[in-house]
């Protein structure tokens, strides 16, 4: 047998599919491309995470845009944290290229252009449905970690959130938050020191400050009504295709720890809406995060610690969470290690780190007696990769260097005038979009001032009349023990709520 059948028959034995499965491309030996040497990725395997990696223009966010493309046509929702906006291309069909024509003819793939149905998603003010959650559902750890609080500060939120559980006065937004605050130190001093210990001004007022802080940001457009439900992520469209939701962050990647707490608290929700899967043969939603080195930078080690036990136990939910980023080294070894499916890019080979990161890299991929891994990840051409996925049967399959596919859809971005097109003929913004001023914190606790200083004022006056009666009145004072109820308030079943409560569970 010559080489070059050895090497069909190698591949083309690695990459058998049985069920459903994703053609990504044919594999490649040296120059030449081997058409009847398909690169499969079966559906099954879809939820065991991955990897695409590579440096900047090589061809990640393509690959992601196929991925993407191909899980829609197999009815599988997707939902991409676009963080550059260079995604919504998909939902316009391709205008078609000679060298796109030239490309499919290698790979012995037809080439159909075409759309794909988008939901656009937004954190801000920019067009798209709203991506809101209340201060209620965020929790006071996920919330606390956002605002940067002191220990001390985060227990005063923990006890906010409880005070307001209580006493069913709902979180929505900031200015709720920010209204009890104030009411914690102020009118409402007495009443909670009695249940809930004391808390000091001063804490209080730092809190405000960093709530203003985050404001300014922006972040406080993520907070209010109505909160995003997950299971409109899982929506096809009329012909059975998954939908693609793209949530449009271009506003928030200069502001990575927002970023990565917004991406946690997502993940967690995901995870505490989704039912167990068991054995399925496809996953339930696949979710891509380009520019994933964001997430982990700056990334505390408790954080990360979260991140890698989520991204073990929202598998068996049947979703499948895929990072994009530059250099395989940005994502931690803990999370690398739980990755399937790897499609590396070329990567350059400047500096003696670049170097150094490359072997490490070639490390990561299974060995293969056709390819120099080392030398071949520096050599790669635009739109080509290594590829190792997982078989059916959960095995890597062979590495693989591979000619990838074109996107169905156009590889550019969506004109200003298509992006609002799109954005207005969407039902969902037309469900979230609608501004939503229901009764909470801020009105019940405006309201309950109101009520008492009218009291005040009555009872200011009843005072007058029984001095008037020379009576004398003795007082009771309260017993309750500050310190007692703090803890109280710590170790009570509700105190860890939200989203990250549910983590916090989990991860026990
Ligand atoms: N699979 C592909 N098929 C055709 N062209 C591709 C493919 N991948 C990349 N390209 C070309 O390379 C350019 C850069 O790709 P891109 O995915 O934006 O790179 P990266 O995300 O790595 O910076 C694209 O604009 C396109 O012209
Ligand atoms: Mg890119």
């Given at each position: ?5 050895n ?14 499965y ?11 491309v ?25 061809g ?20 991409l ?32 252009a ?73 009118e ?60 449009r ?10 970023f ?7 993940l ?8 167990e ?5 496809r996953p ?8 994933a ?52 890019h ?39 990769a ?7 049967k ?19 971005i ?42 005040e ?44 409560g ?7």
């Open positions: 047998m010559s080489n070059q059948e090497f069909e028959n190698h591949i083309n034995e690695g990459y058998t599919c049985k069920g459903d994703i053609a990504l491309g044919a594999a490649m030996l040296g120059e030449e081997y058409g009847a040497a398909s690169i499969k990725i079966p559906l099954k395997t879809l939820n065991r995470h991955g990897l695409i990696a590579g440096a900047t223009g090589t990640k966010t393509k690959t992601l845009q196929i991925l993407a493309e191909n899980l829609s046509n197999k009815g599988v929702p997707v939902l944290m676009d963080l550059k906006g260079d995604l919504s291309g998909l939902a316009q069909p391709s205008p078609g290229h000679p060298k796109i024509d030239e490309r499919h003819k290698k790979i012995n793939i037809p080439f159909e075409s759309s794909f149905p988008v939901e656009i998603l937004t954190l801000s003010e920019q067009d798209g449905t709203r991506l809101r959650a209340t201060v209620s559902e965020f929790g006071p750890v996920l919330l606390s970690r956002i605002l940067n609080v002191t220990e001390t500060q985060a227990g005063i939120l923990a006890i906010i959130f409880k005070y307001c559980d209580d006493n069913d006065y709902p979180l929505v937004d900031l200015a709720d938050l920010k209204k009890v605050l104030q009411y914690a130190t102020g409402g001093r007495t009443e909670i020191q009695e249940q809930y210990g004391s808390i000091s001004k001063t804490s209080t007022g730092s809190i405000i400050r960093k709530i203003i802080e985050i404001e300014q940001q922006g972040g406080d457009l993520f907070f209010g009504e109505r909160s995003f439900e997950i299971n409109d992520l899982m929506r096809q469209d009329e012909n059975g295709r998954g939908f693609i939701n793209i949530i962050l271009t506003d928030i990647q200069d502001k990575p720890k927002l990565s707490t917004f991406m946690l608290s997502l967690a929700e995901i995870y505490s809406t989704m039912p899967q068991g054995d399925s043969d339930e939603l696949v979710l891509f995060i380009d520019e080195h964001l997430i982990f930078k700056q990334a505390s080690n408790a954080l990360l610690d979260q991140i890698e036990n989520i991204v073990k136990l929202i598998r068996s939910k049947g979703i499948g969470l895929y990072f994009v980023t530059q250099n395989p080294t940005d994502v931690p070894d803990g999370v690398l290690s739980q990755l399937g499916l790897k499609v590396q070329a990567l350059r080979a400047f500096t003696a780190k670049d170097r150094k990161a490359i072997k490490l890299t070639a490390e990561n991929y299974p060995t293969s007696e056709f390819y120099d891994t080392t030398e071949i990840l520096t050599s790669l051409g635009i739109g080509e290594l590829v190792s996925v997982l078989d059916e959960g095995r890597p399959t062979p590495l693989a260097h591979t000619m990838l596919r074109a996107p169905m859809s156009r590889m550019d969506l004109t200003p005038t298509e992006l609002k097109e799109l954005t207005s003929n969407s039902n969902l913004a037309e469900k979230y979009n609608e501004t939503i001023n229901k009764e909470s914190a801020f009105e019940i606790l405006n309201e309950k001032i109101k009520k008492a200083k009218a009291e004022a009555k009872q200011a006056a009843k005072k007058d009349r029984e001095k008037l009666n020379k009576r004398t009145s003795s007082r009771k004072s309260s017993s309750n023990s500050a310190q007692k109820a703090i803890i109280k308030v710590l170790t009570s079943a509700t105190f860890i709520r939200g989203a990250l549910i983590l916090n569970k989990m991860l026990r």
